[in-house]
């Protein structure tokens, strides 16, 4: 049973940062691109980055690029979301996706798996 649980999303005020994991299990981690999503309220469900299987590459969306940092680790089966410069436009449900795959996808349709989110709120 594959379960992917993110963590650290919170409150913080705009200007500073947050670090999001995302724990995988249940999957050969290592064969999985691994992508970060993210919905506002009232919004769809937008791409924000996603990492290679061996993490040498990386893709962000143009929104957070400069801002914010995915990395994974694939001996502890985790990938990472590091958001500095927070603003209240960043505030949404983030979610943690993989795939099974060599390539990256913004799509998120080409993801298999989702977390069940973690709440993530930038005051003004």
């Known amino acids: 049973q594959v379960q992917l649980v993110e963590s650290g999303g919170g409150v913080v005020q705009a200007g500073g940062s947050l670090r999001l994991s995302c724990a995988a299990s249940g999957l050969g981690f290592i064969q999985y691109v691994m992508g970060w999503f993210r919905q506002a309220p009232g919004k769809e469900r937008e791409y924000v980055a996603a990492i290679a299987r061996s993490g040498d590459t990386t893709n962000y969306a143009d929104s957070v690029k400069g801002r914010f940092t995915i990395s994974r680790e694939n001996a502890k089966n985790t990938v990472y979301l590091q958001m500095n410069s927070l603003k209240p436009e960043d505030t949404a449900v983030y979610y943690c996706?993989?795939?099974?795959?060599?390539?990256?996808?913004?799509?998120?349709?080409?993801?298999?798996?989702w977390g069940q989110g973690t709440q993530v709120a930038v005051s003004s």
């Open positions: 996706a993989a795939r099974w795959s060599r390539t990256m996808s913004t799509m998120s349709n080409d993801y298999a798996y």
